[in-house]
């Protein structure tokens, strides 16, 4: 056995001896990591490898002699190099760096551009931006399991997201401000929203797969719109490639909840699209057979799986003159939500304890159907004047259905006994949301050093809620048993409305050759923007009164009905009309000398915004009109301390304006408290100033530090109100004194060959000072003489503010055999979700972990195979209150820390998988 023993060892030397190792870095003539290249070594042997994300290759096992290492790269000038292996060496580094083939290129312009939606193009636009940007490219997009854009934002350092009631993300939130604070760009021009209340976009009609980029800007420049205090958020959509390309995909996938609990539906084909009033006129009363039935009915059951699927084929003609792009994608999928929610109140007799008044147990199913197109053209006359052509749709219907089981938690609940009053609603609800948006741009260089760039845009978006109904019953549970259900009432409603966009833009700039990249530059811009809103509700009761489930009725349509208030909503404040106009004008220079590159300008802003009710209303304002202007300076300076270095420092003032929907004194039925609109409310105005250091390594990898800090004037926050005869609690918008908010953030990227880390991390610290309510007695020491309610101050953080951002991607690919993963981690910290009038009784968010996994396997050159699974840990949101339960002689469910806290809600979406198929078809692929 020793001499086997000795045999092996001296066999496993030689083996050593002969076999070695070849490892170097692929690199670029600037030093860029040049990833898929191929390394052979002795050509036609079958030893080879493919550089990794970061430029490194290893071969393995190289046999001592002689060899002839060759390097090729589309783009590249072939290399070779000789080495010998002997038995006294086991490694060697040979590293290689490869120019640029010009035959191949034919121009030299594109030996300095990125690859369109690579990760190269993203570092280099955040390299070389004047101001604070984040990018991510379309590869990033690509292996990310995100069906719309509002699943990307929330990866982006600094930024989270507001979720609607299915979980989705919806709003994007920058730096801790209210989504009110920040705007949304398609391909650099803002576009008017859908959303019925609010002007801010909702990113989740915007489906991922039709992007070239994702910008995230967190400071404006003089030629950029000043009404962002967070930031903006551009949407670059993709363009016309260089060659011929056709990129499509097709996913299928199911949502783990309605495998648990099914899928309610109703039959949303035969919905009415507009009320009796709309169709016949102000006057007609409506009987109650004119309305549809069908789709009152809910029925439960499985869904099919979810389809997505997206397409786009572009190309260059006429010599590259012209290029064009056409794309498009659908999304039909079925999400559901399980939910808890407790309406509150606050002891009135002086420990400022949340009350807990009624128990919502909710179930949300929602059908969702996104499609979207779009077309891109530009066409270039000659290398002084070209023109740009934009055209896109997005769409997004929902038909959801919520079920509610509510139990009064106020007299009469006895959670040992099993008595309580039971309250049941079932809602029907569709949503239409439409945006239409085109753009017409040209670039002309005038003569000398003169250059005019001018843009025309048009947009249209609508939002239209037909025929929405909610039909409630009653019911007791005695000794935990329920009585049948009783009718207790049932509404229908209409809501719409839709806004017109027209915007011009003119920008002249001044950069002579002698200039370097230095410039002065001026523009004007003028936007006419209107909204037409139209509301309608009819309300019916049982008649008659008394009808219960299994006796009288079986679903709502064997209910009989009569109609409160046949002529409609004549008078609702919802039915307005509405206007913004905006004039603006600005001047910048840029002055790049040696390491210093600095932008500094003055822009002016113009506003009149203002509503007129199409219908008065008694004791509520008719009209208005708001005139008012501001001087918005702005700064930027970047110091280039090394190439892949920089020291940026920006300052600039902004504003946000209300939306339409706020200023109109409305009363908006909610989910939680009604909605209320402010016709005093005033803009927003901020002092910004960032100071950031960027670190780019190469043209992958990068570390970014900053620290923000933001002044701001009159902050917009929706508070709980009390309102009317009834003293109910009802939320609406107002300004409140003076804020501030500062923070830092790292963003950090890094690749080592096969496996790569994205992380970023925000802090934001923010504050604002408040008078709170805080009911007691009139004397402490004699409690005969009532009580009454005082008035303290608060210093709290600004609402929509979370502490604590993180985001992790640990990532690995292996362009050898074709792999592709990723898993993300998405940790949004604590966050003030809403505003109580009582002291010590807003509701904050729970912090939240998202775990995401994707894998991605190549078949073949130009097919991709991959899985997708979200929120793997099925993360749920919860809302709470920092102060005990109230309680009284009961135990209430599902509070788990009532001694500490008060939980107000709690939804679960559990996992979503989704398989699928990418094709990449390239012409330039397969020459």
């Not at 390097?71 to 490694?91: H, N, P, R, W």
């Not at 699927?309 to 994608?329: A, K, T, Y």
């Not at 005033?682 to 990898?701: K, M, S």
Request: hydrophobic letters at 35%; aromatic letters at 10%; glycine letters at 8%.
């Amino acid at each position: 056995m020793k001499q086997i023993a000795l045999v092996a060892a001296f066999l496993l030397m030689c083996c050593h001896a002969k076999a070695a190792t070849v490892k170097g870095k692929l690199l670029d003539e600037n030093k860029e990591p040049l990833t898929g290249a191929i390394i052979l070594l002795d050509a036609g042997k079958g030893l080879y490898a493919l550089a990794g994300l970061d430029g490194t290759y290893i071969i393995k096992n190289v046999p001592v002699g002689t060899h002839t290492i060759t390097v090729s790269f589309i783009g590249y000038l072939t290399q070779e190099k000789t080495i010998t292996m002997t038995g006294e060496s086991d490694a060697a580094t040979i590293d290689f760096q490869l120019a640029q083939d010009s035959k191949v290129l034919n121009e030299v312009v594109v030996s300095g551009k990125a690859e369109a939606g690579s990760d190269a193009e993203a570092r280099l636009t955040e390299r070389n931006a004047s101001q604070v940007v984040n990018v991510m490219s379309a590869k990033a997009i690509s292996i990310l399991p995100d069906l719309s854009v509002a699943n990307l934002v929330q990866r982006m350092s600094g930024l989270t997201v507001q979720r609607n009631s299915n979980g989705d993300p919806q709003y994007v939130i920058v730096r801790g401000m209210d989504k009110r604070y920040s705007y949304t760009l398609v391909n650099g021009f803002k576009i008017p929203s859908p959303d019925n209340k609010n002007r801010y976009l909702p990113l989740d009609i915007f489906p991922a797969t039709l992007l070239e980029r994702l910008e995230v800007y967190k400071s404006l420049t003089a030629d950029m719109e000043g009404d962002a205090i967070g930031g903006a958020v551009n949407l670059v959509m993709k363009s016309a490639p260089d060659h011929f390309e056709v990129k499509a995909d097709f996913q299928t996938g199911y949502n783990y909840i309605n495998t648990l609990y099914g899928f309610d539906h109703y039959n949303a084909s035969g919905i009415e699209k507009h009320s009796p009033r709309q169709l016949y006129g102000t006057g007609y009363a409506a009987q109650p057979d004119e309305f549809t039935q069908k789709n009152l009915e809910v029925k439960n059951n499985k869904p099919m799986p979810d389809l997505i699927g997206s397409l786009s084929i572009g190309n260059r003609f006429f010599n590259n003159r012209l290029g064009v792009l056409v794309g498009g994608s659908f999304q039909n999928s079925y999400r559901a939500t399980k939910s808890l929610w407790f309406d509150y109140d606050v002891d009135p007799y002086g420990s400022d304890l949340p009350q807990l008044g009624s128990l919502q147990e909710r179930h949300y199913s929602i059908h969702q159907m996104r499609s979207a197109g779009h077309a891109r053209l530009d066409y270039k006359f000659n290398d002084r004047n070209e023109i740009k052509f934009y055209a896109g749709y997005y769409a997004l219907d929902n038909n959801e259905t919520r079920q509610i089981r509510s139990t009064s938690l106020k007299l009469g609940y006895n959670s040992l006994q099993g008595d309580a009053s039971l309250g049941y609603t079932t809602r029907t609800k569709t949503t239409n949301q439409g945006i239409l948006t085109s753009s017409l741009q040209g670039n002309h260089k005038l003569f000398g050093p003169l250059a005019l760039a001018w843009s025309a845009v048009y947009s249209t978006a609508s939002n239209n809620e037909p025929d929405n109904a909610k039909f409630t019953r009653s019911s007791t549970m005695q000794d935990f048993k329920e009585t049948p259900q009783g009718a207790e009432g049932l509404s229908r409603q209409w809501l719409n409305n839709k806004d017109n966009d027209l915007t011009g833009y003119l920008n002249l700039t001044v950069q002579p050759e002698s200039w370097g990249r230095s410039l002065l530059k001026a523009g004007a811009m003028a936007r006419h923007k209107d909204r037409d809103g139209n509301y309608d509700i009819y309300n019916f009761m049982p008649k008659p009164t008394q009808q219960f489930q299994g006796t009288n009725w079986n679903t709502v349509s064997d209910v009989t009905w009569s109609l409160t208030n046949p002529l409609g909503a004549t008078s609702d404040a919802q039915n307005y009309k509405a206007h913004e106009y905006i004039h603006a004008a600005y001047v910048l220079g840029k002055l790049d000398v040696e390491r210093w590159e600095v932008n500094a300008g003055v822009r002016a802003e113009q506003t009149n915004q203002g509503f007129t009710l199409k219908n008065p209303v008694p004791g509520v304002i008719r009209d208005t009109s708001e005139h008012y202007t501001d001087v918005l300076p702005s700064l930027m300076a970047k110091y280039k301390i090394k190439p892949g270095m920089n020291l940026r420092f920006s300052y600039y003032k902004s504003i946000s304006r209300p939306s339409f929907f706020e200023i109109v004194p409305y009363l908006y039925p909610e989910d939680g408290y009604p909605e209320r609109g402010n016709p005093k409310l005033q803009r927003v105005r901020a002092q910004n100033v960032d100071l950031r250091l960027e670190v780019f390594p190469n043209v992958t990898d990068q570390i970014l530090v900053g620290v923000f800090y933001k002044s701001i004037t009159d902050p917009i926050e929706y508070t709980i109100t009390k309102f009317g005869i009834a003293n109910e609690n009802s939320l609406q918008p107002n300004n409140f004194g003076n804020a501030r908010n500062m923070g830092a953030e790292i963003d950090f990227i890094h690749y080592f060959n096969k496996f790569g880390i994205r992380a970023n991390y925000t802090f934001t610290h923010s504050t604002i000072t408040t008078t709170k309510q805080l009911p007691g007695p009139v004397d402490p020491n004699d409690l005969s003489k009532g009580y009454t309610t005082y008035y303290v101050n608060q210093t709290r953080p600004m609402q929509g503010q979370a502490s604590h951002i993180g985001n992790v991607s640990l990532l690995y690919k292996n362009l050898d055999k074709g792999w592709e993963s990723q898993l993300s981690l998405v940790y949004t910290g604590e966050k003030l979700e809403a505003i109580s009038p009582y002291l010590n009784n807003d509701l904050y968010g729970k912090p939240i972990a998202i775990l995401d996994f994707s894998l991605e396997k190549r078949v073949s050159k130009t097919v991709d195979v991959f899985l997708k699974a979200t929120n793997l840990l099925n993360s749920a949101y919860q809302m709470y209150i920092k102060n005990p339960v109230y309680q009284k002689d009961n135990e209430y469910p599902y509070q788990k820390d009532p001694q500490n806290k008060t939980l107000t809600r709690r939804d679960e979406y559990y996992q979503s998988f989704r398989v699928g198929v990418r094709v990449n078809f390239s012409k330039n692929q397969n020459q």
